[in-house]
């Protein structure tokens, strides 16, 4: 029984590993759109369309596996990248 347990407590540390390894990657365009309002620097919009059509691609995937940690980590991505290509297209007065 202890070896389950060890087991059980393992798998829940290398879990929560992938969910704060999900936060740490997915929230940082939070930076980039605070940036791109402040200041009106953007990033290049080649850029942020192939993360969008890589991460749409990945979330895909992920649903197609029934992987929540990527599901909800691609989602993520796909709404922040979405924010930061309206506030480059806001600064360029395209919207």
Known sequence: MNKMKERLINFNRYEMAGWVGLACLQFNSIPA???SINTGSTTPLASVYLTLLGLTLY?????NAND???TVGNTIGIIGNLILLFTIYDYLGLV
């Open 33 to 35: 759109i605070i940036s």
């Open 59 to 63: 979330l895909i995937r992920s649903i």
């Open 68 to 70: 929540t940690l990527y």
